[in-house]
Nanobody, 122 residues
Framework: QVQLVESGGGLVQAGGSLRLTCAASGSISGTNLMGWYRQAPGKERDLVATITSGGSTNFGDSVKGRFTISRDNAKNTVYLRMNSLKPEDTAVYYC????????????????WGQGTQVTVSA
């Protein structure tokens, strides 16, 4: 069983910064794609950023230039550094893993975290 545990959310003023952390735990020895998505009230879940095991990144248009994503493969952990936060960044942020190694086999399925709330006040 693989679980994702997110941390680092909270309340911040506009222009501030936060760092989110997502650690994969359980019977996992490696991950493929790791990333962050967010969902604001009444809206669909959108891409924030993803990073492959090789370090290639992809960002949603609204966060380009403000957010960075990184990962520690040895710890199966992904980080999201959010700078210059805006009220419109307010959402629940979800961590996702797509593809991972467990029990000596590659699993092509995805795993989602429970989400962490980020609130940016004006």
């Amino acid at each position: 069983q693989v679980q994702l545990v997110e941390s680092g959310g909270g309340l911040v003023q506009a222009g501030g910064s936060l760092r989110l952390t997502c650690a994969a735990s359980g019977s996992i020895s490696g991950t493929n794609l790791m990333g962050w998505y967010r969902q604001a009230p009444g809206k669909e879940r959108d891409l924030v950023a993803t990073i492959t095991s090789g370090g290639s990144t992809n960002f949603g248009d609204s966060v380009k230039g403000r957010f960075t994503i990184s990962r520690d493969n040895a710890k199966n952990t992904v980080y999201l550094r959010m700078n210059s936060l805006k009220p419109e960044d307010t959402a629940v942020y979800y961590c996702r893993v797509a593809g991972y190694y467990s029990g000596g086999f590659y699993r092509g399925s995805e795993v989602w975290g429970q989400g962490t709330q980020v609130t940016v006040s004006a």
